[in-house]
């Protein structure tokens, strides 16, 4: 059965410094996909990057980059440059493609507060 | 970027009475949608997929029978919680799939419909 682990209930960044987002995952089928979403306190989830299991380069989106480690089966997402508005809830998922039902499974989240 | 909507944003009921959430997917068609469920600070749980004119697919340990999903539409999929009781109260959110070509798509989430049973 697939999983989704992220160890870090919480976690606190300066203003303008890096943070980096654990996940781990657990799969048994060789093609997948890694997503991670930003949930503020408005709920809403926001989808922030996508990697690819095949995909030979890791995944940049702006501020947002995936360290993708196949090997390790970890999908950690650094946020450069931290601003008060990236304070919010993170998701890591992951979707199956052998499964063909477009599931997502995610992870139990990291609260990130950055702070002034 | 897809746009979902669900209706009510919030809504409060009284313990014993049934609730409908809507969700649309207002730029695209979706002949499958999904219902997740969300306690504070925790987790979202995939509830069920919604599959448009078939029977939904529950999770295990999902009451179909409380938590009833209709997918007339490829723009409509709604969740009824029946019988609501205060543990009902939650969060729920869904999501449509837009798929596209070879790919399996990707899921465009509502803004979710916070619960209240009192």
């Known amino acids: 059965a697939q999983k989704i682990t992220q160890t870090q209930p919480g976690m606190f960044v300066q203003e303008k410094e890096a943070v980096t987002l654990d996940c781990t995952y657990d799969?048994?089928?060789?093609?997948?996909?890694l997503f991670w979403y930003k949930q503020p306190s408005s709920g809403e989830m926001i989808f922030l990057i996508y990697q690819g299991s095949y995909d030979q380069q890791n995944a940049t989106e702006g501020r947002y980059s995936l360290n993708f480690q196949k090997a390790r089966k970890s999908a950690n997402l650094v946020i450069s440059a931290s601003q008060l508005g990236d304070s919010a809830m993170y998701f890591c998922?992951?979707?199956?493609?052998?499964?063909?039902?477009?599931?997502?499974?995610f992870g139990q989240g990291t609260t990130l507060q950055v702070k002034p | 970027g897809a746009v979902v909507s669900q209706h009510p944003s919030w809504v409060i009921c009284k313990s014993g009475t049934s609730v409908k959430i809507e969700c649309r997917s207002l730029?695209?068609?979706?002949?499958?949608m999904f219902w997740y469920r969300q306690f504070p600070k925790q987790s979202l749980m995939l509830m069920a997929t919604s599959n448009e004119g078939s029977k939904a697919t529950y999770e295990q340990g999902v009451e179909k029978d409380k938590f009833l999903i209709n997918h007339a539409s490829l723009t409509l999929s709604t969740l009824t919680v029946t019988s609501a009781h205060p543990e009902d109260s939650s969060f729920y959110i869904c999501?449509?799939?837009?798929?596209?070509?070879?790919?399996?798509?990707?899921?465009?989430f509502g803004p979710g419909t916070r619960l209240t049973v009192t």
């Open positions: 730029d695209f068609q979706a002949t499958t």
């Open positions: 998922a992951m979707r199956e493609t052998s499964s063909n039902t477009g599931k997502l499974i």
């Open positions: 999501s449509a799939l837009r798929t596209s070509g070879r790919s399996l798509g990707e899921q465009y």
């Open positions: 799969t048994s089928d060789p093609s997948y996909g």
